[in-house]
Antibody, heavy 115, light 110 residues
Framework: EVYLVESGGGLVQPGGSLRLSCVDSGVTFRSYWMAWVRQPPGKGLEWVANINQDGSIKYYVDSVKGRFTISRDNAKSSLYLQMNSLRVEDTAVYYC????????WGQGTLVTVSS | QSVLTQPPSVSAAPGQRVTISCSGSSPNIGHNPVSWYQQLPGTAPRLLIYDNDKRPSVIPDRFSGSKSGTSATLGITGLQAGDEADYYCGSWDNSLSVVVFGGGTKLTVL
């Protein structure tokens, strides 16, 4: 069983920053691509970014390029999303997910960008 | 506007069969596998179908997937009240270099 647990969400003002973390309780974290997917309140899923096994390849959706950075620490079985220059439209539940096209999801952490 | 197109809603009576379509294009469904996800109210999505038609071992065989050309279909037989949820398709897009999702389909069991 794969357990992904996100943390780091909260309320932030427009222009602010947040760092999301995700810990994988399994033993195979380093073997998989990992991804962040978000879901604005009452809306559908939007893939945000993914990263390959050693962190050398990263992809981002256009709306977050230059503002968000995905990274990982395989020694800690952890995935991160550094979010800078946050906008109101970044408000969403952010899910950590295993594989580029996910097969396991965390429970999500809510990010609210508001003044 | 989602890259993959799904009907906003479908409905059927308990015990009946329902299908949900997912229409894409060559760079995504046309050249890459499709996954389907179920999202029950207030919960995270869970994987129902991967590689177009494969089910994780924990998913009952009432759920099935298929793909033809640039479209995919999720089928659910023997509908139960607990199947009421939002369903999403997803695939990698070679042109955009991103994962694309459909807009989601809300299933109502009448």
């Amino acid at each position: 069983e794969v357990y992904l647990v996100e943390s780091g969400g909260g309320l932030v003002q427009p222009g602010g920053s947040l760092r999301l973390s995700c810990v994988d309780s399994g033993v195979t974290f380093r073997s998989y691509w990992m991804a962040w997917v978000r879901q604005p309140p009452g809306k559908g899923l939007e893939w945000v970014a993914n990263i390959n096994q050693d962190g050398s390849i990263k992809y981002y959706v256009d709306s977050v390029k230059g503002r968000f950075t995905i990274s990982r620490d395989n020694a800690k079985s952890s995935l991160y999303l550094q979010m800078n220059s946050l906008r109101v439209e970044d408000t969403a539940v952010y899910y950590c997910a295993r594989k580029g096209l996910p097969d396991n999801w965390g429970q999500g952490t809510l990010v609210t960008v508001s003044s | 506007q989602s890259v993959l197109t799904q009907p906003p809603s479908v409905s059927a009576a308990p015990g009946q069969r329902v299908t949900i379509s997912c229409s894409g294009s060559s760079p995504n469904i046309g050249h890459n596998p499709v996954s389907w996800y179920q999202q029950l109210p207030g919960t995270a999505p869970r994987l129902l179908i991967y590689d177009n038609d494969k089910r994780p071992s924990v998913i009952p065989d009432r759920f099935s997937g298929s793909k033809s050309g640039t479209s995919a279909t999720l089928g659910i037989t023997g509908l139960q009240a607990g199947d009421e949820a939002d369903y999403y398709c997803g695939s990698w897009d070679n042109s955009l270099s991103v994962v694309v999702f459909g807009g989601g389909t809300k299933l109502t069991v009448l």
